[in-house]
């Protein structure tokens, strides 16, 4: 496996960053092939919460559900794949800066192919994904940054 990682800096607490990126509402917000996200379970969102989430995988929409199998608000979450022909690994990470006044946000993507998932992952998924996600940490900066505190 070839984890994906990177790092940015954003100018709101962890609790902000964590509240606002763990929320699947937000998802299609600030991830660039995240088309939607709908929760599969209802309450607070815990470990063992569902998410269907319907991405741009190339040039098609691929729908796949997504499980929150670590939940330590406001400073870590994980979220895997558990269909598809293409599964997810990510791993959030949060570090409060000046006494919790900002945050170091690392978001890490590993991906395990099943199928036709095997010639996608390293030829059409992890060449999006390297370009995508700066971005993604960039949009999730800006939306955090202009949201009124």
């Known amino acids: 496996m070839h984890t994906i990682r990177e790092q940015i800096d954003v100018d709101r607490s962890p609790e902000d960053v964590y509240a606002y ?7 299609p917000d600030w ?10 379970d209802e ?13 741009r995988v190339g040039s098609r929409e691929v729908p796949m559900t997504m499980e929150l199998t670590e939940h330590e608000p406001p400073y870590s ?3 895997q794949g558990i269909d598809g022909p293409v599964r997810a690994f990510f791993h959030g990470e949060i570090e409060p800066l000046e006494g919790g ?3 170091r946000v690392t978001l890490e993507l590993d991906f395990v192919g099943h199928g036709i998932g095997r010639a996608l992952v390293p030829f059409v998924v992890r060449p999006q994904v390297r370009r995508e996600l ?5 949009r999730l900066k ?5 949201m009124a505190v």
């Open 31 to 40: 991830q660039l092939s995240a088309l939607a996200a709908e929760r599969l």
């Open 21 to 27: 990126a763990v929320d699947p509402d937000h998802l």
């Open 134 to 138: 700066p971005r993604n940490e960039q």
């Open 43 to 55: 309450g607070p969102l815990h470990t063992g919460s569902r998410v269907r989430v319907t991405r």
């Open 77 to 79: 979450w994980r979220v």
């Open 101 to 103: 006044r900002r945050s």
């Open 142 to 146: 800006e939306r955090l940054e202009g």
